[in-house]
């Protein structure tokens, strides 16, 4: 695959990705922006005989290309193919309650969390109607994983 190393600079290495034009740090082993791997060293979570392509935007899985799923010029797997992303936030809660949701924000924030509280009654973006009354707390998509976990350490203090 050609990548494009000329923007290297010695002290902060960039590869471009020649999927999508995101510029990404070279300690990176898969464009954050379209999942794209840039090494080869994974197989397919389906196909253990087949080199890996892609990696989920969300979970990490590997996936090639019989088994990836794009949407919005990103890379999931089936599970997360139906994931809401806004601006690359994904949202790990959802709640009717201001009140809940400044509290999960808040413990998230401490854990050094960088989240946004989304109020779909402010958004223009076009989304499920029926789920209009929520609010959601959106993390970027790199502090997923983390942001579950800690969710799930404190769900018994939260709720
Ligand atoms: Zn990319
Ligand atoms: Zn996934
Ligand atoms: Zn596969």
């Given at each position: 695959m050609d990548f494009d190393f000329e923007l290297n600079d010695y002290n902060n290495e960039k590869i471009k990705c020649p999927e999508c034009g995101f510029i990404f740090s070279?300690?990176?082993?898969?464009?954050p922006e379209c999942g794209l791997l840039v090494i080869n060293d994974y197989r397919c979570i389906n196909h253990k005989n087949i080199i890996a392509k892609w990696m989920c935007v969300?979970?990490?899985?590997?996936?090639?290309?019989?088994?990836?799923?794009?949407?919005l010029g990103r890379a999931f797997c089936e599970v997360h193919l139906d994931t809401f992303i806004i601006d690359g936030h994904l949202p790990v809660f959802k709640t009717?309650?201001?009140?809940?949701?400044?509290?999960?924000?808040?413990?998230?924030?401490?854990?050094?969390?960088?989240?946004?509280?989304?109020?779909?009654?402010?958004?223009?973006?076009?989304?499920?109607?029926?789920?209009?009354?929520?609010?959601?707390?959106?993390?970027p998509l790199e502090f997923y994983?983390?942001?579950i976990q800690e969710l799930k350490n404190n769900r018994k203090s939260v709720v």
């Open positions: 070279a300690e990176s082993f898969y464009c969300v979970c990490q899985t590997p996936l090639c290309d019989n088994c990836v799923h794009f949407k009717g309650s201001p009140w809940v949701a400044y509290l999960v924000l808040g413990r998230l924030k401490q854990s050094g969390i960088p989240c946004v509280l989304f109020n779909q009654h402010d958004s223009s973006y076009s989304i499920n109607i029926g789920d209009l009354s929520f609010l959601r707390i959106m993390v994983e983390k942001a």
